[in-house]
């Protein structure tokens, strides 16, 4: 096992112990040694699977001449997920359970040895969930559901995205696999989703549901459920009850595969347990369809949920799920940005058909596309261009911080919107980029944040003309020397105009471990900025 794979955070362990444990009646018909079997199930089948456990504990089992007695944990599936893959290390204190009964089969898919799956014992399909009174607004395709989080769509300016949390379960999980078909497997836009979906991200179904209150933006709020938490909301007499929209096309579901970690017969007796027709009572009585999807007979006249079984969408395999999990768990990282922006004399001429100068363009995207970043990215800006301060060609405008912190009686995002908005050329300054670079990288991998992306992004419209700072090779050579790969820093360079040397901005990136753009008008830039964060996707190998 990797360090990295050594290393558990106390979440993650949270994750696996659970929040609780359901003590069950002891075995009353069976004596003798008894033989206690761990059962670690999704948090909210914890009822169902307890009433489940207590009935075979009444019953007095007994396997190879021991009593059997049933415990059930709730426990989150990602965290038993990460301990049946070694990720968490033996000596942490935590316990390999005999029946796992997680969310979904989309993590045990994820390990590369599976424990046997002694089948399902519920379904919950994924819907949309609308309050109630908005619910005919969202009724379409998945495709427009999901649009609801890009910025710009009709859509997004109607409806409020939230999805439950992809890295810890299954509905966030599904819901981006549902992104994944729905996009065809396309980095950029499944990027820009992510991006975006990355804060409204609720913990668990309880999160979720609080954000059908929330009605400050005037959109209107749209939960990637299950149709099992809609129902169960509904059932709690809320305020703003929800209801289910079943887009066209089909859905996945949560299948609460019955997994057995353990060898032990005792185990694979309760397995049979929970598909029995006692535990689909159980199931059923808490707004679980059975595993092959026919409802409870609830459904039939209770509001919110529908009784007619959604179409299923192919099941992603193994490798689709690793994929798009190791996708988010890059992208869902906050951003860390030093952006440097050319201020030389040739930033003052014009760019054809729009009436701005080249440094006007640039700072109007960058106003633009600073409207996509999340309050927790940080951010700084340095100007540059020769001689700028005292000797050194870079100036800082704006110091290092979340956009959401104050800097005196403003955010940091108003400091540097203003900054933006300011930005002058330096009539007779030239372009300093290499020693300006050269700083900027060493600064950010001196003040590295390990928990962010770290990025230098550059916006430049020619070559380094500075008869003071260092040659190209010498450049290079700094750049190669200094690459680290437990600190890694991206380059991204954005290169205006006619007369960018592209070879020469190419041959830094690759030094660098980053990549080069070139951008004629306001409008490549912000598509440049959507290319740049799919890049993340392969960071920094690619």
Same mark, same amino acid.
């Not at 005919?136 to 859509?155: C, I, N, Q």
């Given at each position: 096992?990797?360090?990295?794979?050594?290393?558990?955070?106390?979440?993650?362990?949270?994750?696996?112990?659970?929040?609780?444990?359901?003590?069950?009646?002891?075995?009353?018909?069976?004596?003798?040694?008894?033989?206690?079997?761990?059962?670690?199930?999704?948090?909210?089948?914890?009822?169902?699977?307890?009433?489940?456990?207590?009935?075979?504990?009444?019953?007095?089992?007994?396997?190879?001449?021991?009593?059997?007695?049933?415990?059930?944990?709730?426990?989150?599936?990602?965290?038993?997920?990460?301990?049946?893959?070694?990720?968490?290390?033996?000596?942490?204190?935590?316990?390999?359970?005999?029946?796992?009964?997680?969310?979904?089969?989309?993590?045990?898919?994820?390990?590369?040895?599976?424990?046997?799956?002694?089948?399902?014992?519920?379904?919950?399909?994924?819907?949309?969930?609308?309050?109630?009174?908005?619910?005919?607004?969202?009724?379409?395709?998945?495709?427009?559901?999901?649009?609801?989080?890009?910025?710009?769509?009709?859509?997004?300016?109607?409806?409020?995205?939230?999805?439950?949390?992809?890295?810890?379960?299954?509905?966030?999980?599904?819901?981006?696999?549902?992104?994944?078909?729905?996009?065809?497997?396309?980095?950029?836009?499944?990027?820009?989703?992510?991006?975006?979906?990355?804060?409204?991200?609720?913990?668990?179904?309880?999160?979720?549901?609080? &954000?059908?209150?929330?009605?400050?933006?005037?959109?209107?709020?749209?939960? $990637?459920?299950?149709?099992?938490?809609?129902?169960?909301?509904?059932?709690?007499?809320?305020?703003?009850?929800?209801?289910?929209?079943?887009?066209?096309?089909?859905? $996945?579901?949560?299948?609460?595969?019955?997994?057995?970690?353990?060898?032990?017969?005792?185990?694979?007796?309760?397995?049979?347990?929970?598909?029995?027709?006692?535990?689909?009572?159980?199931?059923?009585?808490?707004?679980?369809?059975?595993?092959?999807?026919?409802?409870?007979? &609830?459904?039939?006249?209770?509001?919110?949920?529908?009784?007619?079984?959604?179409?299923?969408?192919?099941?992603?395999?193994?490798?689709?799920?690793?994929?798009?999990?190791?996708?988010?768990?890059?992208?869902?990282?906050?951003?860390?940005?030093?952006?440097?922006?050319?201020?030389?004399?040739?930033?003052?001429?014009?760019?054809?058909?729009?009436?701005?100068?080249?440094?006007?363009?640039?700072?109007?995207?960058?106003?633009?596309?600073?409207?996509?970043?999340?309050?927790?990215?940080?951010?700084?800006?340095?100007?540059?261009?020769?001689?700028?301060?005292?000797?050194?060609?870079?100036?800082?405008?704006?110091?290092?911080?979340?956009?959401?912190?104050?800097?005196?009686?403003?955010?940091?995002?108003?400091?540097?919107?203003?900054?933006?908005?300011?930005?002058?050329?330096?009539?007779?300054?030239?372009?300093?980029?290499?020693?300006?670079?050269?700083?900027?990288?060493?600064?950010?991998?001196?003040?590295?944040?390990?928990?962010?992306?770290?990025?230098?992004?550059?916006?430049?419209?020619?070559?380094?003309?500075?008869?003071?700072?260092?040659?190209?090779? &010498?450049?290079?050579?700094?750049?190669?020397?200094?690459?680290?790969?437990?600190?890694?820093?991206?380059?991204?360079?954005?290169?205006?105009?006619?007369?960018?040397?592209?070879?020469?901005?190419?041959?830094?990136?690759?030094?660098?471990?980053?990549?080069?753009?070139?951008?004629?008008?306001?409008?490549?830039?912000?598509?440049?900025?959507?290319?740049?964060?799919?890049?993340?996707?392969?960071?920094?190998?690619?």
């Amino acid at each position: 096992m990797t360090a990295a794979a050594g290393a558990v955070s106390g979440a993650v362990l949270a994750a696996v112990l659970g929040t609780s444990v359901y003590a069950l009646s002891e075995t009353r018909s069976c004596s003798g040694p008894v033989r206690t079997l761990d059962v670690a199930v999704a948090p909210e089948i914890a009822g169902a699977v307890s009433a489940v456990g207590a009935g075979f504990n009444r019953r007095g089992h007994r396997v190879q001449g021991r009593c059997v007695r049933i415990a059930v944990r709730a426990a989150g599936p990602a965290g038993v997920r990460a301990l049946l893959a070694g990720e968490i290390p033996p000596d942490a204190g935590v316990r390999r359970p005999d029946v796992w009964v997680p969310d979904s089969s989309l993590w045990p898919r994820m390990l590369a040895a599976p424990p046997a799956v002694a089948g399902s014992a519920a379904r919950s399909p994924l819907v949309a969930a609308l309050p109630r009174a908005e619910a005919a607004r969202a009724a379409g395709s998945w495709r427009r559901v999901l649009d609801a989080a890009v910025p710009g769509t009709r859509e997004s300016r109607s409806f409020r995205l939230t999805v439950a949390d992809p890295a810890r379960t299954g509905t966030g999980l599904a819901s981006l696999l549902i992104v994944d078909a729905r996009y065809g497997r396309a980095a950029a836009p499944f990027a820009a989703f992510a991006r975006d979906v990355r804060e409204h991200v609720a913990r668990d179904p309880e999160a979720q549901f609080a &954000a059908l209150a929330r009605r400050g933006s005037g959109r209107v709020p749209v939960l $990637l459920t299950s149709e099992q938490a809609v129902w169960a909301h509904d059932r709690s007499n809320p305020s703003d009850p929800a209801e289910a929209v079943y887009p066209r096309g089909g859905t $996945l579901s949560l299948d609460y595969p019955v997994t057995l970690p353990s060898a032990d017969p005792a185990a694979r007796l309760f397995g049979r347990a929970l598909r029995s027709g006692a535990a689909r009572e159980a199931f059923r009585a808490r707004g679980f369809r059975d595993p092959d999807g026919a409802p409870p007979p &609830a459904f039939g006249g209770a509001g919110g949920v529908a009784a007619r079984r959604p179409p299923e969408l192919p099941a992603p395999d193994g490798a689709d799920v690793v994929r798009v999990a190791q996708a988010w768990a890059r992208l869902a990282l906050a951003s860390r940005m030093l952006s440097l922006i050319d201020v030389s004399g040739s930033m003052a001429r014009r760019v054809p058909g729009t009436g701005l100068t080249r440094l006007q363009a640039i700072a109007q995207a960058s106003q633009r596309g600073l409207a996509l970043q999340p309050d927790d990215t940080e951010l700084a800006q340095w100007i540059f261009s020769t001689r700028l301060d005292g000797a050194r060609d870079w100036h800082e405008n704006v110091p290092m911080g979340p956009l959401g912190g104050r800097i005196g009686s403003a955010t940091r995002r108003q400091r540097i919107l203003s900054a933006l908005a300011a930005l002058r050329p330096m009539p007779d300054g030239g372009t300093g980029l290499y020693d300006t670079l050269l700083a900027a990288v060493r600064y950010m991998r001196r003040t590295y944040r390990p928990e962010m992306v770290n990025t230098v992004l550059v916006f430049t419209d020619g070559r380094d003309d500075d008869p003071g700072g260092p040659a190209l090779p &010498a450049t290079l050579s700094a750049l190669r020397a200094e690459r680290d790969p437990a600190r890694p820093v991206q380059i991204i360079v954005i290169g205006f105009g006619p007369d960018v040397d592209t070879a020469e901005l190419r041959g830094i990136a690759d030094a660098a471990g980053g990549s080069v753009y070139t951008a004629h008008a306001p409008q490549d830039i912000l598509r440049i900025f959507g290319q740049a964060t799919a890049r993340r996707l392969c960071a920094p190998d690619c």
